[in-house]
C-alpha cells in the first residue's frame, strides 16, 4: 500500500507540479525559514531577549478552512480529498535540519484505528524523505527519514501514548536534533531516543510535501485538527506550554531566565523515557459567570427561640358593630309552691276599729300580703 501511495504522489508531480528546484530538508540558511506569528502565551518561560520565532503553518499553507465553530478554540476541515502540495510552496527555500514539529488534534470514532501520516515529504522519485506516522491500531508513532543508506525508522511505544486516542484533543509535538529525537505529549517528555546519521538531501527536482493523509487509499484523514506548525528549532516542541487544551483565555504563568534551553549531549542510551509534569499546573484561566444551579435542599428547623419581653399596652380598639338579634330564650322553671306541713302562725293582735269600708278593705290586703310574706 505505501508503493501505491508512493506512485500516486510521484504521478501527481509529474502531471501537475511544476518544474522547480526545492529543498526539502537541509542545512539552514538565510531566509530559510520566515518569521511565525504566535501568541506569547503559548510559552511558558520567555527569555531576557525577545524570541525570535521562525517557522511554518501548514493549515495556512494547505489553506484549510475552519470547520464549524462548536467550541471556543476551531477546527479545520480536512474535507475528503488528498492534501498534497509541491514542496516549493510549502517550503520555499527548505527547512533546518533540526527543527520541531507541533501539531494539536482529536480522532474520531470512525479513524481511531487508522494509520496514516502526519506529515511526509517525498523526493523527485516518490521516495520518502521524511515521515512521521499515527497508528491507532497499534498506538504508536512512528518517526523516519533517509539515513546514510536507508531509510531509518523509530518506533515511540510507550504507554502514555495510548491516551492520543481517547477522542480527546491532544497536543503532540516531536523534537529533532542532528542526532536525537524526542516526543512530547501534553507537554510531557515521553520518549527520546538516539537517531543514526542523517543523509543529505538532493535539492533538486520535483518534491511533494503532504499531511493527514491515509496509507491505505492517499486520502485525508477524517480528524480534527486545530493546527500543525514546523518551527526551525528543535527546542520549542519543549517551550510550549498546554494551557490552550484547557480553555481558549487560559494563558501560562509566565517566569523569566537569562539562559537558552540547555543542550542535550549525545551520551544518552539508545532509549530513553523521561516523563515530566510540565506546564499545565501553571495556566490562568479567568473565571466566567457559569449557569445557575439547581435549587438546595430545605434546611432543618431551627432551634426554638428564648420567651420574648412583655410588649407595651396597646390603643383602644375600635367601638364593633352592633350584633344581631339573639334566639328566643328557653322557658323559666316553675314557681314553688308553700309546704302544705307548714305550722299556722298564732293568732293576731284585734286590729284598730275601720272608720270606713275601703279604709278596712286597704287593711285586709295589707295583712293578707303580710302573711303570705310569712309563708314564703
Known amino acids: 500500500m505505501d508503493g501505491l501511495l508512493r506512485w500516486t504522489s510521484f504521478l501527481w508531480m509529474v502531471h501537475f507540479a511544476p518544474c522547480t528546484l526545492g529543498m526539502v530538508v537541509s542545512e539552514r540558511t538565510d531566509g530559510s525559514c520566515p518569521p511565525l506569528s504566535v501568541e506569547d502565551h503559548m510559552f511558558s518561560d520567555v527569555l531576557d531577549r525577545p524570541l525570535d520565532i521562525t517557522g511554518f503553518d501548514l493549515t495556512e499553507k494547505f489553506l484549510l478552512r475552519k470547520g464549524t465553530i462548536t467550541e471556543d478554540l476551531p477546527s479545520f476541515r480536512l474535507g475528503s480529498g488528498s492534501l498534497i502540495k509541491p514542496t516549493e510552496a510549502i517550503f520555499p527555500n527548505g527547512i533546518s535540519s533540526e527543527y520541531s514539529l507541533v501539531t494539536i488534534f482529536r480522532v474520531r470514532r470512525t479513524t481511531k484505528k487508522d494509520r496514516w501520516y502526519l506529515w511526509q515529504v517525498f523526493n523527485e522519485s516518490g521516495d520518502s524523505q521524511v515521515s512521521v506516522v499515527v497508528d491507532g491500531d497499534k498506538k504508536v508513532v512512528e518517526f523516519s527519514f533517509r539515513g546514510l543508506q536507508n531509510i531509518l525508522r523509530y518506533t515511540f511505544k510507550s504507554r502514555d ?45 520535483r518534491t511533494l510535501t503532504l499531511i493527514t493523509t491515509r496509507l491505505e487509499d492517499g486520502r485525508s484523514v477524517d480528524i480534527e485538527l486545530r493546527k500543525i506548525l514546523i518551527y526551525c528549532d528543535p527546542y520549542m516542541a519543549e517551550m510550549e506550554n498546554c ?56 434546611g432543618v428547623p431551627g432551634i426554638k427561640g428564648e420567651k420574648g419581653d412583655k410588649g407595651e399596652l396597646g390603643s383602644d380598639g375600635k367601638m364593633g358593630i352592633n350584633g344581631e338579634k339573639g334566639d328566643v330564650g328557653v322557658p323559666g322553671a316553675p314557681e314553688l309552691t308553700a309546704d302544705k306541713e307548714c305550722l299556722k302562725g298564732d293568732q293576731g ?28
Open 161 to 205: 501514548l495510548h491516551a492520543l486516542f481517547d477522542r480527546q484533543w491532544h497536543k503532540l509535538g516531536l523534537s529533532v536534533q542532528s542526532n536525537i529525537v524526542s516526543i512530547y505529549m501534553d507537554c510531557k517528555l515521553i520518549e527520546r531516543r538516539l537517531t543514526g546519521e542523517k543523509d543529505s538531501v538532493d535539492p533538486s527536482g
Open 243 to 298: 494551557c490552550e487544551l484547557l480553555g481558549p483565555k487560559c494563558e501560562a504563568e509566565k517566569t523569566f531566565n537569562g539562559t537558552s534551553p540547555p543542550l542535550v549531549t549525545a551520551r544518552l542510551p539508545e532509549t530513553l523515557s523521561l516523563p515530566t509534569s510540565q506546564s499545565i499546573d501553571r495556566c490562568h484561566c479567568p473565571a466566567e459567570k457559569g449557569d445557575a444551579g439547581v435549587p438546595g435542599v430545605a
Open 349 to 376: 293582735p284585734p286590729g284598730d276599729k275601720g272608720e270606713k269600708v275601703i279604709h278596712k278593705l286597704f287593711h285586709f290586703i295589707k295583712v293578707s300580703h303580710y302573711l303570705l310574706f310569712l309563708l314564703l
